[in-house]
């Protein structure tokens, strides 16, 4: 390739610069189209994925530690506010003897958020993940470095002052926003700090409920929206690091313990699914109650700043008749799925707990959501159970593993996040007879929640404000298709010795050849020498007499026809251009086609056919087999 200094000197009044519509390329390009024009062919992974690792695994251990940090805060808020003691024990509001006074200890609680989120952040507000989910879409992962400390404190204060919360929801925002800190202080790419707030996420939650698998998989389902070797792999590790941590200082043993239960039978499966389907009917109703909870806040004629502490009203006089309500209940759950609660008590716990959580949640306070769906969907599938257990004995059912099935199933609904449901629940438990009634029973939930819902608990609240999130992650159409089989290989080529003047009046003849956009300009070899447009060619800043060859002066902008297209896009992208020249693999020089945005639109021809079209390809007559051309969906 010339320099600039070996370039020949343009004749007056003619601009070495090409319009900004052209594609000029190098005069000389023979082994220079594998110069720096050229689409990079990267790995699934490099050195810059084994830095984010080394960092994410870094943050997972601190995550740990961070989740640790936190649940000894919510232990010593509890136990000053409900029982005067300076203790970092995690403790149940449940047992306290404050009686009238128990109410005012949540408004107390909720008076400190408000503070806290008028003058510290507004973004502690909530349960953590959809708040993380928008500066993901919106906002390269940026998330403000002040909710490090202020969402865990925030959180601490509410839950321990009796929010019906889980530990759960701010430890994985805690964790996400210092990924994204980290990710701020390092220079990496907003992709690569996205993987950090992942990792940092899913690594509180891993470090909470032991559970490492369902983190990662949340990690994809909620926060990555997209499963790739460059992002699993660090926010797996991380996972690891953080279980790895909890296992050191906790134990590895089930968050939820159970006992062994027999693998159900075919009638129990079924019922099963069934519960699921009935949960996950459920769990549309609670994410709507929910929302409009939130509405009715909305209207309030008072500052916002006030309706947690009114939310803190509702918890404290729930929780006045109903104490297994106020905390974080890990205990209840447990309780639930391993079968120790009569069924007045399920039945008490599930409409206090539902009342609390959702007005307090609706009131804009700091906690989160899975340990208050778990306990609500658990107490259902546990009643429903019962029923099916005294109803139809024949069948099998086992209440505990129906109240594991709800417990799963409602939040597969109301999140959509099946695959993390399910892995959750029997990480937490380690009861594999529940494996499959679990995979059902979500699986139906998610169907049922597909069908009316069209945002989550997770999303609703960003949906609102025009954020769209991703709901479904599929293989990029364009990496599977090859430059070679989309481009257009007729190419009407000009040569490097003709002039302006021949140009032009070969133009004023108004052929069909003599209308497309862009022309690649080729020597007396053969050899591709650049592209010249339309628009470049009729300039009339250009001297008639100027021979094409002289207009090409600038690197190539090629792509090889084996490339993908997700390549070729990439590369327009980049450098701001509409087509792009399509050389050979074995003769880099040599013209194969040219390659315009349009070309890949109508490539997308081939996806949108095998989506949208159905029908019978094989039809059975007189004894043979006879094949049918598919028709559209609807004829």
């Not at 006074?101 to 008028?118: C, D, E, Q, T, Y």
């Not at 008639?544 to 207009?551: A, I």
Request: charged share 15%.
């Amino acid at each position: 390739m010339t320099s600039e200094t070996d370039k020949p000197a343009a004749p007056p009044g003619v601009r070495l610069e090409g319009s900004t519509d052209a594609l000029p390329l190098s005069p000389s390009l023979g082994v220079t189209l594998d110069a720096t024009r050229m689409p990079r062919r990267s790995t699934l992974v490099d050195r810059r994925v084994l830095r984010i690792t080394v960092v994410a695994v870094l943050l997972g251990i601190a995550a740990a530690f961070i989740a640790r940090l936190l649940t000894s805060l919510i232990g010593l808020v509890t136990n000053l506010a409900f029982y005067g003691r300076l203790s970092t024990t995690f403790s149940s509001p449940a047992d306290n003897h404050l009686g009238l006074w128990v109410i005012a200890v949540p408004v107390i609680g909720g008076l400190i958020v408000g503070v806290m989120a008028r003058w510290g952040s507004r973004a502690i507000r909530g349960h953590g993940i959809p708040e993380a989910m928008e500066q993901v879409l919106l906002n390269e992962s940026k998330i403000p470095p002040r909710i490090t400390f202020l969402k865990p404190i925030s959180s601490a204060i509410a839950i321990g002052t009796g929010g019906p919360f889980g530990a759960e929801g701010p430890i994985i925002a805690t964790g996400g926003a210092l990924g994204s800190f980290v990710g701020q202080l390092l220079h990496v790419t907003g992709a690569e700090r996205k993987v950090l707030l992942a990792a940092g996420a899913a690594a509180g939650m891993a470090a909470v409920f032991g559970s490492p698998i369902a983190a990662v998989v949340l990690a994809i389902e909620l926060l990555l929206f997209e499963l790739r070797p460059r992002s699993l792999i660090p926010v797996a590790l991380a996972c690891v690091a953080a279980t790895g941590v909890r296992y050191a200082t906790v134990g590895s043993a089930p968050v939820f313990a159970m006992p062994t239960l027999a693998a159900p039978g075919l009638m129990a499966l079924l019922s099963y699914v069934v519960i699921g389907a009935l949960l996950g009917l459920i769990s549309v109703g609670v994410t709507r109650i929910v929302y409009g909870i939130e509405d009715v806040f909305e209207k309030l004629p008072i500052h916002w700043m006030w309706w947690p502490a009114i939310g803190g009203v509702a918890v404290g006089v729930i929780g006045y008749f109903a104490p297994l309500t106020l905390g974080v209940g890990y205990s209840n759950i447990e309780d639930i799925v391993s079968g120790q609660l009569t069924l007045h008590a399920l039945a008490f716990l599930c409409v206090m707990k539902f009342l609390s959580w959702s007005i307090a949640l609706g009131s804009g306070t700091s906690g989160g959501t899975l340990a208050p769906l778990f306990t609500i969907g658990g107490a259902l599938g546990a009643l429903i159970g019962m029923g099916l257990a005294v109803l139809a004995p024949q069948f099998g059912v086992d209440p505990r593993i129906a109240a594991l099935v709800g417990m799963a199933a409602i939040f597969a609904g109301s999140a959509r996040a099946l695959l993390t449901a399910v892995v959750f629940a029997f990480e937490t438990t380690g009861q594999p007879a529940g494996l499959l009634p679990l995979l059902g029973g979500c699986t139906a939930a998610y169907l049922i929640s597909a069908l009316l819902m069209r945002n989550t608990i997770m999303t609703e609240k960003i949906a609102r404000r025009g954020v769209r999130v991703p709901a479904e992650y599929a293989a990029d159409y364009l990496d599977q298709v090859v430059v070679r089989d989309a481009c257009t290989h007729e190419v009407v080529t000009l040569s490097t010795t003709q002039t302006l003047a021949e140009v032009r009046r070969w133009f004023n003849e108004g052929l069909p050849d003599m209308q497309h956009q862009g022309y690649p300009v080729i020597d007396d070899k053969g050899h591709v020498r650049g592209v010249l447009t339309r628009r470049t060619l009729l300039d009339p800043q250009w001297h008639y007499t100027l021979s094409l060859g002289e207009l090409v002066l600038r690197e190539p902008i090629v792509v090889k026809e084996n490339h993908s297209l997700r390549e070729a896009a990439d590369h327009m992208v980049a450098h701001n251009v509409g087509r792009l020249i399509v050389v050979g693999d074995e003769a880099p020089h040599a013209l194969v086609g040219i390659l315009t945005r349009g070309d890949i639109l109508t490539a997308h021809g081939q996806r949108l056919q095998e989506a949208r079209k159905s029908g019978r390809y094989l039809h059975f007559r007189k004894g043979r087999v006879v094949k049918r051309p598919v028709k559209p969906a609807g004829v």
